[in-house]
């Protein structure tokens, strides 16, 4: 469960948290000479984490570490809270609060966000769920700086993130397609966002080949879902579109995927998680700016009537594709997308997609590769990223790898070849595009096997907490 966080004046007797940068912002009523003794001794060897036990209450002093930048130094924080929450949970501490003593704002903020983010599970399938929840319920901030208003942004976005986990945590033997669309729909009734959901009938309609062609193979219907955050006071006139894959399930299809290659790939909407999840955190905070999300959904799977290489489909826009490895598909549902943002004139498009295995072998989950037709939002999403530290990598989109999509038969194929892969994937998306667009491959840091501090375990929300802040910014709050 996400704990509450609130804002209060007079420190009690409970748990606490002191964020310092150096022992001298040590409040000393707090703490006797033996133990402030013990304190100056431990920050001497510089203990990252210290913890007194004053029998009957804890209090555990956390030491800010200055890094290179000051963003990486806030997510130092990040992670030093998250380790925090290790402990107060092994303990079965159900209430702390997080003493900002030193007037460090950002840092407190960082450290909470660290532990609010850490301390989500996804229990629905347990049985001994109670047993296995964290114990941690309530934060308490005591700060001077710090405001109510950004404990609640805190809150809201970190909600974000953990429904964009949901989503990417569920199994597709609960999540489809269909349910997905639910899904999304019951994220817009409670954050106050217009979602629209084409069934096939309508997908058909709108010649969505890509999307079709994908679902081929699967018993459930695919659905392209399509939301908007559009407030009265919006400070833009032409939308920020967000696109996002959706494949909830890639086996591969008639091109199967091995057995170890498959496991995981229940996450293959994760971009599609990241747009749902950023929508509600925009919406819910009531940003100023005018948002659409567009994310088509499907399965990936062989059967009867699979689409099959050598296969040749029309995307939207009449361009004609070349299908000669049916794992390429999330290029071919996001070309539906791509062509149908066009409609709204966008300001700035940028996808999100656990796109290609070539991303994560090159970066892995440290961060996010990025391809771009633009410069000037790209900065600025860049440096979101640095903030929030979903870092992006800009890859090139040379000409040479349009070369290397030309097809023999149709007017492009959907694989380019052994190398660049996270390159051609990108180029691919780009013929789809006709205003300023980056394109995020989120395959590395969009799930991950082992915990990755208050990243966790399985899905991560890459991507949310990014978006969010690029709009945030751009709100100007
Ligand atoms: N969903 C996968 C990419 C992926 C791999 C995501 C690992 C997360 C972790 C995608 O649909 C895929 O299969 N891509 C192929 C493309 C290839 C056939 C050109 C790949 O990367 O191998
Ligand atoms: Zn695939
Ligand atoms: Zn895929």
């Given amino acids: 469960m996400k704990p509450e966080l609130k804002k209060s004046n007079k420190p009690t007797k409970g748990h606490r948290i002191y964020v310092v940068k150096a022992f001298k912002q040590i409040p000393e009523d707090a703490f006797s000479k033996e133990e402030l003794d013990y304190v100056k001794a431990q920050m001497k060897a510089s203990r990252k984490q210290i913890a007194v036990n004053h029998f009957g209450h804890f ?9 290179k930048t000051h963003a990486l130094s806030l997510e130092a924080c990040r992670v030093a809270g998250n380790a925090l929450l290790a402990t107060l949970n092994a303990q079965s501490i ?4 997080l003493i900002d003593a030193a007037g460090l704002p950002a840092e407190t903020l960082a450290l909470l966000e660290g532990m609010v983010l850490g301390s989500y599970q996804f229990l629905k399938y347990r049985s001994k769920k109670e047993k296995e929840a964290n114990s941690l319920k309530l934060i308490s901030v005591h700060s001077k700086v710090v405001s109510d208003k950004e404990l609640q942004l805190l809150s809201t976005v970190a909600e974000g993130v953990y429904r964009s986990r949901d989503l990417v945590n569920e199994p597709v033997s609960f999540l ?6 639910k899904e999304v729909q019951q994220l817009g009734k409670e954050a106050g966002f217009k979602v629209e959901v084409f069934n096939k009938a309508k997908i058909e309609s709108l010649k969505m080949g890509g999307l079709l062609a994908v679902n081929q193979g699967s018993v459930d219907p695919p659905v392209f879902v399509v939301m908007e955050h559009k407030p009265k006071n919006a400070v833009n006139k032409q939308p920020y579109v967000f696109v996002g894959k959706g494949v909830v399930y890639d086996t591969g299809g008639i091109s199967l995927k091995p057995n170890d290659g498959m496991m995981t790939m ?14 509600y955190a925009i919406a819910r905070a009531g940003l100023p700016v005018w948002v659409v999300g567009i994310t088509p959904a499907t399965d990936n799977r062989p059967h009867g009537n699979s689409v099959v290489p050598g296969d040749v489909i029309t995307i939207s826009d009449g361009t004609t594709v070349e299908v000669l490895n049916t794992d390429a598909e999330g290029r071919l549902i996001l ?14 498009v940028v996808d999100l997609a656990t ?8 970066i892995g989950r440290f961060g996010i590769v ?3 037709n633009t410069v000037e939002e790209f900065e600025l999403l860049k440096h979101c990223g640095n903030t929030v530290h979903e870092r992006l990598v800009e890859f090139p989109l040379w000409d040479e790898y349009a070369d290397m999509l030309k097809s023999d038969v149709a007017d492009i194929k959907n694989i380019g070849g052994l190398i660049a892969g996270a390159n051609t994937a990108g180029k691919f998306l780009e013929h789809f595009t006709d205003y300023p667009w980056v394109h995020l491959d989120i395959a590395g840091p969009a799930f991950v096997e082992s915990p990755d501090s208050y990243r966790g375990k399985g899905g991560t929300g890459t991507g949310v907490r990014l978006l969010f802040e690029f709009i945030r910014s751009k709100a100007e709050l």
């Fill in 94 to 97: 159900e209430e702390i609060q």
């Fill in 59 to 67: 209090s555990f002093i956390v030491t800010v570490e200055e890094k």
């Fill in 335 to 348: 070309s539906d997308a791509l062509v149908y943002a066009k409609k709204y004139k966008p300001r700035f």
């Fill in 266 to 279: 229940k996450c293959d909407m994760a971009g599609a998680a990241a747009v749902a999840g950023a929508m």
């Fill in 355 to 362: 796109l290609t295995g070539a991303a994560a072998r090159a």
């Fill in 176 to 181: 489809n397609a269909p349910q997905y669309a």
């Fill in 370 to 372: 990025a391809m771009s």
